[in-house]
């Protein structure tokens, strides 16, 4: 007797009652799961989310705001209605890939009707890390190991990722990538590798932003970020966030607003706080969280703020909102005041200051000359240029270690017999020379310009301009070490394969002058 299929059984008993044509022999769900009910049930901020059509898309959200959830929806559409383009799903380790993410994510398939296969029943539509049924499509892929892969019985195929060896990335070629917790996260493994490895061909854009598998001048290889906010800063910076400060505040701790915009030609970003998925949270869930956190934590955890302090900041009294300023404006009645650090990496700093009065200093500038500018006579040239006009004077200010005669030049000049004629021959007034014989301890000058950020400690004041984005940061992300100086960590850049501390520079800038032109008040303070 000759076996027939189960798929042809179907076909001659469909023949023999007439119902051939309501038969659906394509295993692929997308036509059974009804999308747009699917998306309607999202809420406000992943709806937008989902929606979004850039190269790299960032969902900022507090915890219980639906990360997981918007993960699961959009992998399960990318494979169902492009099943031969390649997915990859990664997180920072392999415990938080199979323990949080994908566990959640493969929750929300099972909700929408996809299930895990099971060998004794014959039924479900995916395996996990082991070789496909034979009645599994695969004419897509026919890898020697399935480790780390998700294949569906309609072809389409998943491969997840631990993030802790990035390295081991390199070589896959995928057509788009899910991101989870990229808060901790390096940054090269983002920029570098996985944006390299979304480049497979087979999903394009047409012009009014429907995907496609249509060939158009527009290939689709997106990048979806989902986190919760992040302790460092190069999310925030990548996607420009500190210029949208305002309109991110006004609408993130708003119930029913949230943020999303398109910052840059390449960049998309949600914000969103837990409130707009209070209706999938257990009741109190956020007013519970609320009651057990720190302020700055209730900022990040719940509303997603990008700019609350995550802990640990060695700069505990500066505020954005109070000590940042925009009227720290150039005033050309008053002495410039240019205060220096030498590292040369990542770049050489000039911070440039006014004071208004004796107790109220502006930080109006920061000349931060990077790589092939990251030197002192160039970062002189750059800060001539830009203030060629003024005629009040120049005093400076900067780290004493300037003083010592090195390698600068073949005359073993130091920085300061580079920098002091450079202003001189500009013609910009008076140049005095304000640099201390030694530097501040660190311990005491961080405990003096905290008091002043926090308290105006003596009535002082230090206001600094927005533009001032380097130190900002600083400010906002630089560690303290356990022996209460600052924890200046290392970073590579791949580029130059040069090793540098990220942090560090342009708040010891700040340090050297603020402690100078306030000299008496912190002669005072560490009495």
Known sequence: MVEISKEWEEVVKAVNNGTLLELDLNPNPKNRINWKQVISNLSDPQQAFFNARSRVNLYFAGQGAGKSHILGVISLYLATNFPEVFGLIAANTYSQLNDSTLYRIREVWEELGITEYDETTGQGDYVVNRQPPKDFNTDNHNFKRYNNIISFRWGAVIFTRSLDNFKAIDGMEVGWI?????KDTKEEAVKEVMLGRARQKGMYLTKTGKITTKVTK???????????????QWLVEWFNLLIYEFEIKSKIYSTTDYFHKQTTKTHFVVISSAYHNQKNLPANYIENQASTLPSHLKDMLIYGDPFSKA?????????????????????????????WDFNVYPYVTALIGQMPNSKELHII??????????????????????????????????????????????????????????????????????????????IPRINFINGIFEISMYGITIKIHPRCKNLIADLMYLKEDTDGKKLKEKVKDEQTGKSYEKYGHTSDSLDYMVCRVFLKFFKMFTL
């Open 311 to 339: 802990g640990g900041e060695i700069y505990k009294g500066f505020s954005r909102e109070k000590n940042i300023s925009e009227e720290a404006i150039y005033q050309k009645h008053l002495p410039l005041c240019v205060s």
């Open 218 to 232: 527009t290939p689709f290889n997106p990048l979806y970020i989902v986190t919760s906010p992040a302790k460092e």
């Open 178 to 182: 899910l991101l989870d917790e990229t």
């Open 365 to 442: 500038d920061e000349i931060c000359s990077e790589y092939p500018r990251n030197n002192t006579p160039d970062t002189c040239d750059t800060v001539i240029r830009k203030y060629h006009n003024h005629q009040a004077g120049v005093w400076i200010f900067g780290d004493p270690s300037g003083q010592n005669e090195d390698t600068r030049s073949k005359n073993k000049m130091n920085d300061y017999k580079i920098i002091l004629p450079k202003f001189k021959r500009a013609g910009m007034g008076g140049v005095a020379f304000k640099v201390s014989k030694k530097a501040p301890y660190v």
